[in-house]
């Protein structure tokens, strides 16, 4: 299989399961992190990259913590400035 030059598209025919073939254009990176999916992953691989997912979803909370904490305290009213309502018998 020629690839041509480095840095060009790689063309890769896959078919579907109504037996339509389709032709994807890949690039060369797109051909190694293919790769690096379908490869079997060691025990530690798995554990790190686990890690690093758990670490990305802690920053991205923390994020949405930071902004929607001011949001929430200003629509919640104070006990001061809520006008008295008469409780229900």
């Known amino acids: 299989m020629s690839y041509g030059r480095p840095g060009s598209p ?3 025919t ?3 399961g109504d037996g339509v073939k389709a032709v994807k254009v890949m690039m060369p990176y797109d051909t190694y ?3 690096q999916i379908e490869r079997a ?3 530690a ?4 990259a686990d890690e690093q997912a758990a670490r990305l979803a802690s920053v991205i909370s923390s994020l949405f913590r930071g902004i929607s904490r001011p949001v929430r305290a200003a629509r919640t009213e104070s006990p001061a400035a809520a006008p008295r309502r008469p409780r229900p018998a």
């Open 10 to 12: 790689i063309l890769r």
């Open 33 to 35: 992190r293919l790769y």
């Open 14 to 16: 896959t078919s579907t």
């Open 45 to 48: 691989e798995v554990q790190r």
């Open 41 to 43: 992953k060691s025990p």
